[in-house]
């Protein structure tokens, strides 16, 4: 996606693993922290758990890569990466894998509504 904010900026908030997703979404997830100094534990609106471990965290890049634990997922690897585009916008590239192959629909549909959430945060912090 394209983000009318700077690479820095938009940096800043995504590769933040202990709070990025509640400073992007405040509205999907109320709490984030960390468990550990590489896991945290996310709280949904509606009280669902989940946790996610941080896999790597590439500063020059500009790219952070997490996994998602738990009973129901048997893989699971995620990742944003943020590119300079012209102007000062930023492309936030977002890659979701993840088995059983039963949630991937699930997971596709949170992402085509968490997207535009995420682009309009980071567009407002900016």
Do not use: Y
Request: with cysteine; net charge negative.
């Amino acid at each position: 996606m394209i983000v009318d904010a700077s690479p820095e900026k938009v940096w800043q908030t995504v590769g933040n693993f202990a709070e990025g997703p509640r400073l992007t979404t405040p509205d999907i997830f109320v709490d984030c922290r960390l468990i550990e100094p590489d896991l945290r534990q996310m709280t949904f609106a509606d009280g669902n758990v989940v946790r996610e471990r941080l896999i790597a965290r590439d500063e020059q890049a500009r790219r952070i890569v997490w996994a998602w634990e738990g009973e129901e997922v048997s893989h699971d690897n995620t990742s944003m990466q943020v590119f300079a585009e012209n102007n000062g916008r930023s492309r936030l590239v977002w890659i979701h894998d993840t088995s059983p192959d039963e949630l991937c629909d699930w997971l596709a549909a949170a992402m085509d509504q968490i997207g535009p959430e995420i682009r309009r945060s980071l567009e407002r912090a900016n």
